[in-house]
Structure formats: C-alpha cells, structure tokens
C-alpha cells in the first residue's frame, strides 16, 4: 500500500524524533500527545532542531518552514483516523502498549498498517491486539534524525503486503532498513547488551576498573564508547529492562542481569539521566 499520512503516538525524544524524519521525507504526520502541553512542547523541539540544522546551512529556511508545515500535534487518538501507518512510541510497557493498540484498531482505518517502535518487547503480542496481519515492529534507533538503521520486525501473524509497505515507508526515509524475526532484542539489542552486561560483570568481578574497560573496548575493538559509557548514556534502567527481557525469554545464564546493574537501579543511579551512573556528570 502506498503510505501519504503517518501517526505516531507519543511526544518523547523518539516521537518527536521520528515525526521529524517522517516530515522530512514528506509524509503528513499527525502527532499525538495525551496532553496540549506536551504537544506543543514537541512542536517547539522540533522547530529547534529544524533551526540548528538551517543555522548549520543542512538546511534552508523554506524547508524548514514546509517540515514544520506537515507536523500537526493533536491529543485525541481519533485524528488518525485517516492516517495509513501508525507507529506508537510510548513507555516499554507491555500492558499500556496492548491497550494502546486495541485502540488504535478501533479508530484507524482497516487498510491501515500499525507499527510499535519497541526495541524489545514481543510484537505478536501487541499485534493480537488488533489487527494481527497489519502489525509489525519498525524500530527506530535514537536519535532517529541521524541513526541511518531501522529494524522492521515480523511476527508470525504479519503479511508480507505489511513488511513490504513498512520497508518501503524506511528507504522513504532515508534510512537503511533491515527484516528480523520477532523475537527479543531483535538484532542489535541481542548482540549490544549481553556485551554490555558482561561489562558489569567484569567490573564487579574486579577483572579491570572502570576506566580500563572502557579503554579496552574503544582501542582494542574501535568502538566509539566503551560498553559503561554506553550504559550510562542509554539509562542502566532501560537497559536493565532489555537485559531482563532477553533472559526471560532465552533463560541463556549468559543473559542473567549483572547484580551490580540491579543494585546500581535500585539506587537510582541509573546514568546520564541522573548525573550519576558509572560516571558522575556534575
């Protein structure tokens, strides 16, 4: 099917995020917030980041003002009625996401193909919620604008008419879009975060510090960030819950949460967001 007007619930960093790329490649976007506020919060964020890249000359100013022209913040589900791909990027939680779809099979259209940007969860059990051949995971990497990857995800009720048209949306966006299975984790998260797990483990174990780690991975792999930088910038909680989720569904013990990761939780270090993670950040 030929996708004109996108939806996407949620006003976070993805939502938002994803509304940008979306406008950009020229879809109409609707995007839904629960809350005015919220929505006009998002819409402002989105003309920032519109003006930094003009300010950096990506940009000019009539194009700005055409992205921003095809974005429209709205709080009531019903106006994307019309929309012919949804994409929900709320809380990873299961429970709220299920509901969410029962809903939006309710008020979208029937040709209507609807996506969940989980990184993790299990999107049969969404798609069982409503419409189960339309249902597929399209999952945006953050921050979405620059990271070129897509997961486009497949569970055993998706058609392939609804692979194809969620693979198409993806190249339209100039993003390089790659098929997995629905399982946990996907293809990144299953590979990323039992290295980053382990990481913890060697830590508490008292294998190498904290700085050595890092250090071993950036000048002996050539990665950017060493793996308890990395925690630290994704949230030690969100990676907790993927770490988690992967177990519960592989019981592989190579899954099983680091205790210093649960404990550095539970004390609310959680990284980045706090200030305090492996790193302090002032």
Avoid: W
């Amino acid at each position: 099917m030929t996708v004109k007007r996108v939806g996407i619930v949620g006003s976070g960093i993805m939502g938002s995020g994803i509304a940008e790329v979306a406008a950009k490649a020229g879809f109409e976007v609707s995007l839904r917030s629960r809350q005015q506020s919220s929505a006009d919060k998002m819409m402002a964020g989105l003309e920032k980041s519109l003006g930094k890249q003009v300010d950096k000359g990506k940009l000019d100013a009539a194009e700005r003002d055409a992205v921003v022209g095809r974005v429209r913040a709205v709080t009531d589900l019903g106006e994307l009625a019309e929309c012919d791909l949804v994409i929900e990027s709320i809380v990873e939680d299961l429970a709220v996401k299920k509901h969410l779809f029962n809903e939006l099979d309710r008020v979208c259209n029937d040709a209507a193909v609807l996506a969940t940007n989980t990184s993790t969860l299990p999107v049969v059990e969404m798609a069982m919620e409503s419409r189960p051949d339309r249902v597929c995971g399209i999952h945006f990497f953050n921050p979405a604008p620059m990271m070129p990857l897509v997961e486009v995800v497949h569970c055993i009720t998706t058609s392939d008419e609804t692979v194809e048209t969620a693979r198409t949306f993806a190249e339209s966006c100039g993003k390089n879009p790659v098929l997995v299975r629905d399982q946990a984790g996907f293809i990144v998260n299953a590979l990323l975060f039992p290295y980053l797990n382990n990481a913890v483990k060697l830590l508490d174990a008292g294998v190498a510090s904290r700085d050595d780690i890092d250090a071993a991975m950036k000048g002996g792999c050539n990665f950017p960030m060493g793996p308890l930088e990395l925690l630290d910038l994704v949230g030690l909680d969100t990676s907790l819950a993927i770490i988690e989720a992967l177990y519960a569904e592989f019981r592989d013990p190579n899954y099983a949460p680091a205790p210093l990761l649960r404990r550095m939780v539970s004390a609310e270090r959680l990284g980045r967001k706090t200030r305090h993670g492996f790193y302090d950040y002032g």
